[in-house]
């Protein structure tokens, strides 16, 4: 079960819950749709956050659209309370889930969504091993979806760091992250840059 922190009160999570009610009002309608359908949708929604600049008014689609993505590519649907974990994610706040809770699959939801300002997401992890084996589990999902994926991995060039880094979303460890942050910093010119600016990450 999930603990939220970062003091959620009762409005906060009755708003949440609310929420997750009209992601689930859309189960129906969006289980119709073909997989074409499937990345218009997600194009327009893209193309409306670029106008709104408002996430709140994409959110319910973004999520329910990629617990659809899962469902067929992957065969998992995410709960209910893995839909919760997916807003405090994307609000800036801390879920904590235990070993088999699906953390890996609860991380889909906010970086897809956050995937749509096409600024870029990272999704930062311990080890070389978690970050290629995520990316390479869910990158099924996100492309379904239309959207991009890379992976940094130790020994990549500069040129295959700065290809992956420009995906809508990118696995990467701390330690590459960090020292590609270092090196960017040391950088005579912008063509010796990898990173784009930093715009959202979960770790």
């Known amino acids: 079960m999930f603990n939220f922190f970062n003091t959620l009160n009762r409005d906060d999570l009755a708003d949440i819950k609310e929420t997750v009610k009209k992601i689930n009002a859309l189960e129906d309608e969006i289980a119709l749709l073909s997989e074409r359908e499937i990345k218009e949708y997600v194009t327009q929604l893209i193309q409306r956050y670029q106008v709104e600049q408002n996430f709140d008014s994409i959110l319910c689609e973004s999520f329910a659209l990629t617990r659809e993505a899962s469902k067929r590519i992957l065969g998992l ?26 953390k890996t699959l609860v991380g889909t939801l906010p970086v897809v969504l956050n995937a749509l300002a096409l600024k870029g997401g990272h999704v930062v992890t311990v080890n070389d091993y978690l970050a290629k084996r995520d990316k390479q589990w869910m990158s099924q999902l996100y492309r379904y979806l239309g959207l991009s994926v890379g992976l940094i991995q130790e020994n990549m060039t500069s040129d295959e760091r700065r290809k992956n880094y420009a995906a809508d979303i990118t696995y990467v460890t701390n330690s590459e992250l960090a020292f590609d942050y270092l090196r960017d910093n040391m950088a005579s010119s912008v063509e010796e840059l990898v990173l784009r600016d930093f715009y959202y990450c979960i770790i």
């Open 77 to 102: 649907r995410h709960f209910d309370t893995q839909l919760m974990g997916g807003i405090v994610l994307h609000n800036g706040q801390i879920a904590e889930m235990k070993t088999g809770e699906g």
